[in-house]
């Protein structure tokens, strides 16, 4: 199997930027494909973004559609997600999630996942 630590998380104003990151060990990186998740309070978790194992095909929730990138550096065993023009409702703790069967556009296809990073953006 696969561990992953994200890093990252912290607090912004609106409208700021964060980068996440993903270490991953353990199993090879690249024969994942990867996703990043968010819960917030009372919420469900939900998909944010998700990436192939070779880094050439994406999805984005349409939420974070052009604000959000995900991306990966598996050279580096490391996923990321660069947040940009950042909302309040963009607060949750963020997960990184690996999926064994190369799909990643839905919860169901990820088996792995961190411990999460909280991410507050505030007014």
């Known amino acids: 199997q696969v561990q992953l630590v994200e890093a990252g998380g912290g607090l912004v104003q609106a409208g700021g930027s964060l980068r996440l990151s993903c270490a991953a060990s353990g199993r090879t990186f690249r024969n994942y494909a990867m996703g990043w998740f968010r819960q917030a309070p009372a919420k469900e978790r939900e998909l944010v973004a998700g990436?192939?194992?070779?880094?050439?095909?994406?999805y984005y929730a349409d939420s974070v559609k052009g604000r959000f990138t995900i991306s990966r550096d598996n050279a580096k065993n490391t996923l990321y997600l660069q947040m940009n023009s950042l909302r309040p409702e963009d607060t949750a703790v963020y997960y990184c999630?690996?999926?064994?069967?190369?799909?990643?556009?839905?919860?169901?296809?990820?088996?792995?996942w961190g411990q999460g990073t909280q991410v507050t953006v505030s007014s």
């Open positions: 990436i192939s194992w070779g880094g050439g095909d994406t």
């Open positions: 999630a690996a999926a064994s069967s190369y799909r990643y556009t839905a919860r169901e296809h990820f088996d792995y």
